[in-house]
């Protein structure tokens, strides 16, 4: 369900209930893309809580019909990329693409070894169209590129798991995408994450807001007293 203008504003000014429903409008798609794109449960936790952390810092700042849902896709990707681009790839059978599956096939399990050595944008955009059913624009918006420049990659990507596969990369797609339906949270376990979130980043602005205020209050005092000592 999107998130209401009304909900997003109420979030903008820090009442914790709308931020916890915008958050957790979003939160199992970041969730999904984090480690359907990385692979590895390690790296997609640091990603997911990167994200949402940064996600309450900048919502303030966001324009008037900014849509949240395009704007975590956009952030997720990024940041999963960076995370992804700093360390190796996983194993094929311990990659969360394969994870899952039980008994995956060999043919799969070189699949995914294949998908993991393409260039980060292909890889980035075969994982999304076949996992999130992104189609070509929001690929674009997720990927930070043109809807045109999207579709290149996927073609690309589509074109080069074929040579490995014998054609059969939208079948292995189809597979990738059974096995990226089981990356997301479970139900239960939406709210009490970002209900956490949340409340650690209200506490955080509360502190920060109390020190801002300390050290108003002391310069106000320094210059009280710097006046009543030099008075004459």
Request: hydrophobic share 45%.
């Amino acid at each position: 369900m999107a998130v209401s203008e009304e909900t997003l504003a109420r979030a903008q000014r820090f009442d914790r209930a709308a931020a916890e429903a915008v958050l957790a409008d979003s939160y199992a798609a970041v969730h999904r893309i984090a480690r359907g794109l990385t692979g590895r449960e390690s790296v997609a936790k640091q990603v997911v809580a990167g994200v949402l952390t940064r996600s309450l810092r900048v919502l303030p700042s966001w324009r008037k019909g900014v849509s949240p849902e395009n704007w975590f896709y956009h952030h997720t990707v990024l940041t999963s990329r960076a995370a992804a681009a700093n360390g190796d790839s996983p194993g094929a059978r311990e990659d969360l693409l394969s994870a899952g599956l039980e008994e995956p096939p060999a043919e799969y399990l070189a699949f995914i070894m294949a998908l993991r050595k393409l260039p980060a944008q292909q890889r980035e955009a075969f994982i999304l169209h076949h996992g999130e059913r992104l189609n070509d624009r929001l690929l674009g918006v997720a990927m930070d590129c043109s809807t045109g420049a999207a579709r290149t990659h996927l073609q690309a990507a589509t074109e080069s798991l074929d040579m490995v596969t014998g054609g059969r990369a939208a079948k292995s797609g189809v597979v990738l995408g059974r096995a990226y339906a089981h990356l997301g949270p479970t139900e239960q376990s939406v709210l009490p994450y970002v209900r956490g979130r949340v409340r650690a980043a209200l506490w955080g602005r509360r502190v920060r807001r109390f020190i801002r205020r300390v050290i108003t209050l002391a310069i106000l005092a320094g210059l009280a007293w710097a006046g009543w000592h030099w008075r004459a």
